[in-house]
């Protein structure tokens, strides 16, 4: 088996977790394998999503269309 690293991007950052799971369910929803990076103690702690956001993250060659996916849907502006 092969441990091979996959290169990654950050492609969103949130202050609410909510947005970061909704986001995360767009992504899914349209094929893009993503993943949440998210330190809030589970939801327990909602004050360090100010000082550490949730973060989506996407494979470095999906980045373009993810951002695309996330624009459509108004989770991100165009640039």
Do not use: C, K, Q
């Not at 991007?9 to 094929?31: M, N, Q």
């Amino acid at each position: 088996m092969s441990r091979d690293r996959i290169p990654t991007t950050v492609v969103a950052r949130f202050h609410y977790r909510h947005e970061a799971e909704l986001a995360h369910g767009y992504l899914e929803s349209a094929g893009v394998d993503a993943a949440l990076l998210i330190d809030d103690a589970g939801g327990m702690d909602v004050g360090l999503a100010f000082v550490n956001p949730a973060r989506v993250v996407v494979r470095a060659e999906d980045e373009a269309r993810a951002r695309g996916v996330l624009v459509d849907v108004g989770m991100l502006e165009e640039g």
